[in-house]
């Protein structure tokens, strides 16, 4: 897991998307103009949340988000995804 040097504020979040497949189960190789935006990742960064809406999920969790949640962020090279927990449907 990496460590990255972003503090989200409130209920953001910072998720490091998991890559998605790049062969079928029948060893075919999907071309990136096909594939699908990743739908999971790995969260690296938690705000502490709101009087109202405490945050839930923690660094480590994977989590499952929607196909256009979150601004996207590059840091020191790695692409990730700033969102707010509620556009987080589930860990994982």
Do not use: C, H, W
């Not at 897991?1 to 075919?28: F, H, N, Q, Y």
């Not at 071309?31 to 923690?58: H, I, L």
Request: charged share 30%; net charge neutral; aromatic share 6%.
């Amino acid at each position: 897991m990496s460590t990255i040097k972003i503090k989200p504020l409130a209920d953001r979040v910072v998720v490091e998307p998991i890559a998605a497949e790049t062969k079928t189960a029948s060893g075919l190789y999907i071309p990136d103009s096909a594939k699908e935006k990743p739908q999971q990742g790995k969260v690296v960064a938690v705000g502490k949340g709101t009087k109202e809406e405490p945050t839930t999920v923690k660094v480590g969790d994977t989590v499952l988000y929607g196909k256009f949640a979150g601004t996207e962020l590059k840091l020191d090279g790695n692409d990730y995804l700033i969102m707010r927990e509620s556009d987080i449907f589930a860990i994982i």
